[in-house]
C-alpha cells in the first residue's frame, strides 16, 4: 500500500460532490434562462381596424401604430405635412416615439403625462432630425383603458366618436379656421371673412417646428357598449361627409372591413388631389 492509497475511497467521494454540484449549477442556469421577462405587450379585447390609401401623393406620408399592455390599448395616427419635405419621417418618428414612451407608462394616473412627454420627445427629436430643413406632423394618439378613453392631438388629424348613430367630434382641428371661427363668434369678423380667408386650413399647431408648446389633452371620455371609436388624418374626413360616414358605420361590419370600406368609399370617388387617407377603428371590448 502507497502513501496515497488511502484516499481512493474518498476520492470517490469527491468526485461525487463535484459532480452533484455541477449539476445544481447547471439547474440553476437553466432555469435562469426559462425565467424570460414578461412581455409588455399584450393581447387586446379591444378590435382595431386599419386602411389606407396614398391618395393621388408621390408619397404616403401617413403613419400609425397600435400597441396593448397591461394598462389598456394605445391608437396613434399621424400625418406628415404634405408640401413639406420630410413628412413621412415625421410621422414615422413620431408614431415610434408615442409607441414606445406608452410602453412605459404604469397607472392610469400617467396617460396625461405620458401624452405630454411623447410630444414633447416627438417634437424635439423631429427637429433634431431636420437639422434646420421644413418638416413637421400632425398627430392623434387614443388609450381606452378600464372603460375610458383618453386622448390627445395636435395638428388637424382628428378623433372621432360614433355613438347612438351619431359623430362626436373628440378634438378640435389646429388651424387658423378654428381661430377664425373664434373671432366670428366673438363677434370680431363677419362669417364671410371667416369662410372666405385663404389661410383658414393653415397649421397653428403641430410637432415639428419650434413654436410647438403642448397638445391639446381633454377629460376622459366614459365609453359605452356600442360606441365607435374612430381616428382619422384630414384625407379621410375632406373627402367624405359626415353623412357617408355614418352609413358605412351603420352597417356594423367587423372592424378591419369597416376601415377597409371608408377607403374604398374614397378611392371610388377618385378626386384629383386626393390626399393621403388613413384611418383606425376601435371598438368593443370596454
Given amino acids: 500500500m502507497n502513501n496515497w492509497d488511502w484516499m481512493e475511497p474518498y476520492g470517490v467521494l469527491i468526485a461525487g460532490l463535484l459532480a452533484v454540484l455541477l449539476l445544481i449549477v447547471l439547474k440553476k442556469k437553466l432555469g435562469e434562462r426559462k425565467k424570460a421577462p414578461e412581455p409588455l405587450e399584450l393581447p387586446s379585447d379591444i378590435e382595431i381596424g386599419n386602411a389606407q390609401?396614398?391618395?393621388?401623393?408621390?408619397?404616403?406620408d401617413d403613419y400609425f401604430a397600435s400597441a396593448a399592455t397591461k394598462l389598456g390599448t394605445m391608437a396613434v395616427i399621424a400625418d406628415g405635412i404634405s408640401g413639406l419635405a420630410n413628412g413621412r419621417m415625421s410621422s414615422t418618428l413620431a408614431v415610434t416615439v408615442f409607441t414606445q414612451e406608452f410602453m412605459k407608462v404604469g397607472?392610469?394616473?400617467?396617460?396625461?403625462?405620458?401624452f405630454h412627454r411623447a410630444a414633447a420627445v416627438s417634437n424635439r427629436s423631429i427637429i433634431e432630425q431636420l437639422g434646420g430643413a421644413h418638416g413637421g406632423t400632425t398627430l392623434v394618439?387614443?388609450?381606452?383603458?378600464?372603460?375610458?378613453?383618453?386622448?390627445?392631438?395636435?395638428g388637424d388629424s382628428m378623433i372621432l366618436l360614433f355613438r347612438d348613430?351619431?359623430?362626436?367630434a373628440v378634438n378640435s382641428k389646429h388651424t387658423l379656421e378654428t381661430v377664425l371661427e373664434q373671432q366670428y363668434l366673438a363677434g370680431q369678423i363677419s362669417r364671410e371673412e371667416a369662410r372666405e380667408n385663404p389661410k383658414r386650413n393653415q397649421l397653428i399647431n403641430y410637432l415639428g417646428y419650434e413654436g410647438f408648446k403642448s397638445m391639446e389633452i381633454g377629460e376622459p371620455i366614459q365609453l359605452r357598449k356600442d360606441d365607435i371609436v374612430l381616428l382619422c388624418s384630414d384625407g379621410v374626413y375632406d373627402?367624405?361627409?359626415?353623412?357617408?360616414?355614418?352609413?358605412?358605420?351603420m352597417r356594423r361590419q367587423p372592424p378591419q372591413d369597416t376601415a377597409e370600406a371608408?377607403?374604398?368609399?374614397?378611392?371610388?370617388?377618385?378626386?384629383?388631389?386626393?390626399?393621403?387617407?388613413?384611418?383606425?377603428?376601435l371598438e368593443k371590448g370596454w
Avoid: C, P
Fill in 262 to 281: 371608408i377607403i374604398d368609399y374614397i378611392e371610388g370617388k377618385s378626386y384629383k388631389h386626393q390626399d393621403n387617407a388613413t384611418v383606425m377603428i
Fill in 239 to 249: 373627402a367624405l361627409t359626415e353623412v357617408e360616414l355614418e352609413q358605412i358605420l
Fill in 141 to 154: 394618439a387614443a388609450v381606452v383603458s378600464q372603460g375610458l378613453l383618453h386622448w390627445g392631438a395636435v
Fill in 107 to 114: 397607472s392610469i394616473r400617467d396617460i396625461e403625462e405620458y
Fill in 53 to 60: 390609401t396614398k391618395g393621388r401623393r408621390q408619397e404616403q
Fill in 165 to 168: 348613430g351619431e359623430f362626436m
